[in-house]
């Protein structure tokens, strides 16, 4: 028996060919804004939507053994959070927009996602299908472009739920 690979958020295996870490794969993006990761030649992706599928590889989608908060964390402040909160709450995002919802002047926003990126908090996201808000349109997906966009990596989801749980205070 063959052990199921532990993914990170937002991905989830394939039922129609179940990959492994030792093949090629690659993901769909699906209605209900999870990942699907495939088989590289897997039959089902024929009858796909082709500006969906995005290249993936394991290490980029496989949870980590998260540990404590590394010695970068003391380098970081309440609006740090505060942008790595939003990118949980809304997934894909650019600067313009957190510095929009943030009420941060847009240079801050930049730097801040900067900032992040650089402490492998934030990682860029490749021309990806991108939801629009519900408030914007409903289901509707586009192509995003004009911006870079960020997502929270694995250890920026660790580091916020450190500091949302208080014990950075203790």
Same mark, same amino acid.
């Not at 808000?133 to 966009?149: E, F, L, Q, S």
């Given at each position: 028996m063959?052990?199921?690979?532990?993914l990170?958020e937002?991905? #989830?295996? =394939? %039922? &129609? &060919?179940r990959?492994?870490?030792?093949?090629a794969? $690659?993901g769909?993006?699906? *209605?209900?804004? $999870?990942?699907? $990761? *495939?088989?590289?030649? &897997?039959?089902?992706?024929?009858k796909?939507?082709t500006?969906r599928?995005?290249a993936? %590889?394991?290490?980029?989608?496989?949870?980590?053994?998260p540990?404590g908060?590394?010695q970068?964390?003391?380098?970081l402040?309440?609006?740090? /959070?505060? !942008?790595? %909160?939003?990118?949980?709450?809304?997934?894909?995002?650019?600067?313009? #927009? !957190?510095?929009k919802?943030?009420?941060?002047?847009?240079?801050? =926003? /930049?730097?801040? *996602?900067?900032?992040?990126?650089?402490l492998?908090?934030?990682?860029? !996201?490749?021309? $990806? #299908? !991108?939801?629009?808000?519900?408030?914007?349109?409903?289901? %509707?997906w586009i192509?995003?472009r004009? *911006?870079?966009?960020?997502?929270?990596?694995e250890?920026?989801?660790?580091?916020?739920?450190?500091?949302?749980?208080g014990?950075?205070? =203790?």
């Amino acid at each position: 028996m063959i052990d199921t690979p532990l993914l990170k958020e937002k991905y #989830m295996l =394939a %039922k &129609c &060919c179940r990959p492994h870490p030792d093949e090629a794969i $690659v993901g769909y993006f699906s *209605h209900d804004d $999870v990942i699907k $990761v *495939h088989r590289r030649g &897997c039959a089902n992706l024929s009858k796909t939507e082709t500006e969906r599928l995005i290249a993936l %590889k394991w290490r980029d989608i496989l949870r980590q053994t998260p540990t404590g908060p590394g010695q970068d964390y003391s380098e970081l402040d309440e609006t740090d /959070f505060a !942008v790595l %909160k939003h990118h949980r709450d809304y997934d894909i995002d650019y600067s313009l #927009m !957190v510095a929009k919802m943030l009420r941060l002047p847009r240079r801050e =926003a /930049f730097e801040r *996602h900067q900032k992040l990126r650089n402490l492998d908090l934030l990682e860029r !996201v490749d021309a $990806v #299908m !991108v939801r629009y808000r519900k408030t914007t349109a409903r289901n %509707k997906w586009i192509k995003h472009r004009n *911006h870079t966009y960020y997502r929270l990596t694995e250890k920026g989801s660790h580091y916020l739920d450190f500091w949302l749980s208080g014990e950075h205070s =203790a």
